[in-house]
């Protein structure tokens, strides 16, 4: 057994070392970049000093209870005590009132801070910029275990390295390759899910230069560990320049180099390819990547001209999706449930059940009888 001394070293060894570790990292959430990530930092902060007004009193009361009821000399005792107005005010007005100011909270930075929601390009005229600018469009498509980032109007694509001009809105326009993910910038804007087959969105802009990260918010398997990319805010020049480098060298991204990066790895440095196929990320998320497969848009067509989306409820009735089992097409209007039928409108028919007949039972009285085997 270790003498107490030595253990009690080792336990401030333990904090020190836990303490410049801490100090060490970087708390991106709480050093934002941009202005999103920005108030989301506030409302975190505003919302944990809201709930810290019932939090600190009810622990300080805690203890001035237990000290002034205590039992033996000095404590108070009252035992006809039952009822307090004005403590009975402060036990519910105090909550009541955190609730509200909580409820109106969520309720504008729902609105306010949803990620759909474009920038207001007039309030981001940062580095000397005179007028608003037209957003930035990145596509990002979530690969196991890695990020591809796609620049449609520069032509470009990169792997893991995510590079902004500062002060210039962006959208994202993000989608999966093979299973949910979520897409995190934690010092630019908060986290929205990337799902296979369906895009999200996100617009965020970032109001100084940095060299922070990103990262996926959702297991995804072995290599959801290393599934981090770099951010970087740059000038416009300086945007301009990395654009012109990418472009220079590198190889291009076209059918045959996704369907090798799509197969998952591990821990993958920055990859910069010269030029992008033109319609990469559609077919990416329409999912027909691979030589011969049909996209989605074609085959709601075929289905559309089939007739398939025809119909006043058909928006709303699985329009786009084939007949199954070789029915024809629906027209006209949704048939009405029998449910809701009068029996006049229901009609009457044979019975297709064989009526039971009580006085010949030949599961009873012969179990071999082949009539048991009768399913008419």
């Not at 109001?207 to 000038?235: C, E, K, Q, T, W």
């Not at 480098?245 to 180099?257: F, S, V």
Request: glycine share 10%.
């Amino acid at each position: 057994m270790l003498p107490h001394s030595l253990v009690a070293r080792l336990k401030v060894l333990a904090f020190a070392a836990s303490f410049l570790l801490l100090a060490g990292c970087e708390r991106a959430v709480f050093n934002p970049a941009g202005s999103i990530a920005r108030q989301q930092r506030d409302l975190i902060t505003i919302s944990t000093v809201l709930m810290l007004f019932i939090i600190v009193p009810v622990m300080v009361l805690i203890v001035v209870f237990a000290w002034r009821y205590r039992k033996g000399k000095g404590g108070t005792y009252d035992p006809h005590f039952d009822h307090s107005t004005s403590l009975e005010l402060v036990i519910w007005s105090a909550p009541l009132l955190i609730i509200i100011m909580l409820g109106a909270l969520t309720w504008s930075s729902t609105h306010l801070l949803d990620p759909f929601r474009p920038i207001d390009a007039k309030a981001t005229a940062l580095e000397g910029r005179a007028e608003p600018v037209k957003p930035l469009v990145v596509q990002v498509v979530s690969l196991d275990w890695k990020w591809l980032f796609i620049y449609p109007e520069q032509g470009i694509a990169t792997v893991n390295d995510l590079v902004l001009p500062v002060g210039r809105p962006v959208r994202f326009d993000i989608t999966s390759s093979n299973m949910m993910n979520t897409f995190y910038a934690p010092t630019m804007a908060g986290m929205i899910y990337a799902m296979p087959g369906m895009q999200s969105q996100l617009n965020a802009v970032l109001d100084r230069p940095v060299d922070s990260f990103g990262l996926s918010g959702n297991y995804s398997g072995a290599g959801f560990s290393g599934m981090r990319f770099r951010i970087r805010g740059v000038s416009d020049q300086q945007f301009a320049g990395w654009v012109g480098q990418a472009r220079a060298g590198g190889k291009a991204l076209d059918t045959a180099e996704y369907l090798r990066l799509v197969k998952p790895s591990e821990r993958v440095p920055a990859i910069h390819y010269a030029a992008a196929q033109e319609d990469l990320y559609r077919r990416i998320l329409e999912r027909c990547v691979e030589p011969g497969k049909s996209c989605m848009s074609d085959v709601m067509a075929r289905d559309m001209a089939r007739g398939g989306g025809e119909g006043p409820h058909s928006s709303h009735s699985g329009a786009g999706m084939p007949p199954r089992g070789g029915s024809a097409p629906p027209h006209g209007d949704r048939p009405e449930g029998a449910l809701m039928k009068s029996p006049d409108e229901k009609g009457t028919g044979p019975n297709v059940t064989k009526p039971t007949d009580p006085n010949a039972a030949p599961g009873v009285t012969k179990p071999g009888d082949p009539a048991n085997r009768n399913m008419t």
